[in-house]
């Protein structure tokens, strides 16, 4: 894949995350669509594994939610706006996973910095309220999204050994 073609399609994600993110409910149809879409340019060997990720993303901010951690802002539960950004994220990153040659070790910080920061700049995009003191919440979402960026990547780096 060449470098052009894969910082376009990086950009274009970090721009429709600020998009669902910042718009929320007023752009709900346009975010279920695109993430529609993005599954459906999903290779099809992949599509029951982003399928996969996108539901084990919707329980773990269920999780955090029951466990009074946050809030999504206007919601009890999270919303559909956020059900289609997990959709597009899994479609992406397991996109974006085939095409890096990352070692399982490198995702573990890498989840532990970028799963916080992005619920984080959610908040200071007032998609989200923290319930519980904030050390306690980002200490707790970096050490779960440590465990989860491996956990979901697996498939694709156990199908890249294989190749």
């Given at each position: 894949?060449?470098?052009?073609?894969f910082?376009l399609?990086?950009?274009g994600?970090d721009?429709?995350?600020?998009?669902a993110v910042?718009g929320r409910e007023?752009?709900?149809?346009?975010?279920?669509?695109?993430?529609?879409?993005?599954?459906?340019?999903?290779p099809s060997?992949?599509?029951l594994w982003v399928a996969?990720?996108?539901?084990l993303?919707?329980?773990?901010d269920?999780?955090?939610?029951?466990l009074?951690l946050?809030?999504?802002?206007?919601?009890t539960g999270v919303?559909?706006?956020?059900?289609a950004l997990?959709?597009?994220?899994?479609?992406w990153?397991?996109?974006?996973?085939g095409?890096?040659?990352?070692?399982?070790?490198w995702l573990?910080?890498?989840?532990?910095?970028s799963?916080?920061?992005a619920?984080y700049?959610g908040?200071?995009?007032g998609?989200?309220?923290?319930?519980?003191s904030?050390?306690?919440?980002w200490?707790?979402?970096?050490?779960?999204w440590?465990?989860?960026?491996?956990?979901?990547?697996?498939?694709?780096?156990?199908?890249?050994?294989k190749?």
């Amino acid at each position: 894949m060449n470098s052009l073609r894969f910082w376009l399609l990086t950009l274009g994600f970090d721009a429709w995350w600020t998009l669902a993110v910042w718009g929320r409910e007023r752009f709900i149809v346009l975010l279920l669509i695109s993430s529609f879409l993005m599954l459906a340019f999903t290779p099809s060997r992949r599509r029951l594994w982003v399928a996969v990720v996108c539901s084990l993303g919707i329980i773990l901010d269920s999780l955090w939610c029951i466990l009074g951690l946050f809030e999504f802002t206007g919601s009890t539960g999270v919303p559909p706006w956020m059900m289609a950004l997990w959709l597009g994220f899994s479609a992406w990153w397991l996109w974006l996973l085939g095409h890096l040659r990352l070692t399982w070790y490198w995702l573990i910080p890498l989840g532990a910095v970028s799963g916080p920061l992005a619920y984080y700049l959610g908040m200071r995009l007032g998609a989200m309220n923290l319930l519980a003191s904030p050390s306690y919440v980002w200490l707790l979402m970096a050490a779960g999204w440590a465990i989860f960026l491996p956990l979901i990547s697996l498939p694709v780096m156990l199908n890249r050994r294989k190749q």
